[in-house]
């Protein structure tokens, strides 16, 4: 089981930045694709974001492609996305979640584990 914990949203201006971090538990923290989604009200949850289990592969939503950046720390059990540009468009609830498949370009139903989310609102 591994439980993930999100941090980082807060309110920001459009243009402003924001770092977002997910810690998770356990041992296996290695070996698993690590992704990041969003929700927005009233709408689906969607891709934003995914790293491979070595960190040497990375690819992103076309939304977010040059303003947002995942990266991870497999010695700190620790996957960040760098936001940048933010946009109005941008807010929503931000979600981490861990493939067990380490080397996944598969959708949401591909991953095993959730955390809450962390709220991110860009204002106009």
């Known amino acids: 089981q591994v439980q993930l914990v999100e941090s980082g949203g807060g309110l920001v201006q459009a243009g402003g930045s924001l770092r977002l971090s997910c810690a998770a538990s356990?041992?296996?923290?290695?070996?698993?694709?690590m992704g990041w989604f969003r929700q927005a009200p009233g709408k689906e949850r969607e891709f934003v974001a995914a790293i491979w289990y070595t960190g040497g592969f990375t690819y992103y939503a076309d939304s977010v492609k040059g303003r947002f950046t995942i990266s991870r720390d497999n010695a700190k059990n620790t996957v960040y996305l760098q936001m940048n540009s933010l946009k109005p468009e941008d807010t929503a609830v931000y979600l981490c979640?861990?493939?067990?498949?380490?080397?996944?370009?598969?959708?949401?139903?591909?991953?095993?584990?959730w955390g809450q989310g962390t709220q991110v609102t860009v204002s106009s």
């Open positions: 356990g041992r296996t923290f290695s070996t698993y694709t």
């Open positions: 979640a861990a493939a067990r498949d380490g080397s996944t370009r598969s959708g949401r139903d591909a991953y095993d584990y």
